[in-house]
């Protein structure tokens, strides 16, 4: 079946993560991604540890077929060339592609863009119907324009590691750079959604995305400006401060997560935990006494839990409708029947090895009906597509593509 972006071509100038998790979901529902990498480096994460090789997984690089696992996970499903576009003709070349391009998405730092002289006003005049989409830590306007960011620099800006953390514990961040992988699917979104508008409309457009934006849509859901005045704590760790119990819990064998977020679920909590007699007690009876008195809650649910294995307690409070599950380890969580059969672990291939790599995927994570999305390539080897794009979409001919390699162009 078709997908639902075949035909879309999208110019691809992003490194790391942000960029390539958004140009990664976009080859997911089958537009053609061309990734766009300077001759001399190349993609950095291309030939960067952690590697996948024959050897296996490993730091150090052992072998001419090692590659990079971040490379072989984000470049699924797409095509690569390489392209000076700091040379005249390489950026003439970039703008003949413009030209019959859908799509030209990019992270470099704000301003970068313009200096290259590929800003959207200049690739709109070669294409009005162009979608311009630039990625960036804090955005294109404001006075945090200019600042370097990486993903830890977002966590602490936008609160996000103050947060995050046992009560009185340092501040700490995500596991997984989140304000990355957030902004990509983000700017995927805002990308699909400009198609939609052209479409309809006729007009391209430009499509500005702040890391930082994305990440403090996330978090300020919660009434973050109010805890002082509520009198709790920045960190509130697994809690969430509306609910109570909302934790995870010891088990004989581990832990629990489990959580109550209406009266009628904490009383089904109590009868699976033989406590029904705190039916009695008004203060249990008062989500707002629970919240505030939130220590005695969680001691009442682990006087429960602590008795029983993680398997027993999540037995239980499923046939009573209340949320729970077991805290799994990242080993286990590769073993989840869940995720194994909606095709959410994936085998990773290594192009250079022609094999599948010791490492696994994440699989495409929406699940359409009839125009299924998933990434049918595996990471292309670097430039492998130079000759047959620039033919195709720059018109350039054998004898121009050799002159081109041999001056370092292309």
Known sequence: MNKILDGIVVLDLT????????????????????????????????????????????????????????????????????????????????????????????????????????????????????????????????????????????????????????????????????????????????????????????????????????????????PIECYERLNLAPRQGNRIMRFSPFNIFQASDGWVAIGAATHSEWLDLLKAMGREDLKDDANMMDIGWRIQNNAEVDAVVTQWTAKLTKDRVVEALSEVSVACSPVRSTVEVMQWDQLLERQMIVKLMNPLTGAASAASAPGFPIKFSRTPASYDTPAPIPGAHTDDIFQRLAGLSAADLTRLKSAGVI
């Open 15 to 222: 490194r790391f993560f942000s960029g390539p998790q958004c140009t990664l979901f976009l080859a997911g529902m089958g537009a053609e991604v061309i990734k766009i990498d300077d001759p001399k480096g190349g993609d950095p994460t291309a030939f960067a540890p952690p590697f996948d090789g024959p050897a296996g997984i490993a730091f150090e690089r052992k072998s001419d077929q090692d590659m990079g696992l971040a490379y072989l996970k984000r470049a699924r499903g797409k095509k690569s060339v390489t392209l000076d576009l700091k040379s005249k003709e390489g950026l003439e070349i970039f703008f003949r592609m413009v030209s019959r391009a859908d799509v030209v998405v990019e992270n470099f730092r704000a301003g970068v863009a313009t200096r290259l002289g590929i800003d959207y006003a200049a690739l709109c005049r070669a294409n009005p119907g162009i979608i311009y989409c630039a990625l960036t830590g804090y955005g294109s306007t404001g006075p945090a324009k200019d600042d370097k960011a990486y993903d830890l620099m977002v966590q602490a800006a936008v609160g996000l590691m103050s947060m995050t953390g046992q009560p009185g514990e340092p501040p700490v961040k995500t596991a997984s750079a989140l304000s990355d992988a957030v902004s990509g699917v983000f700017a995927a979104n805002g990308i699909v959604a400009a198609l939609l508008h052209r479409e309809r409309t006729g007009e391209g457009q430009a499509i500005d995305v702040a890391m930082a934006d994305c990440l403090f849509s996330l978090i300020y859901d919660e």
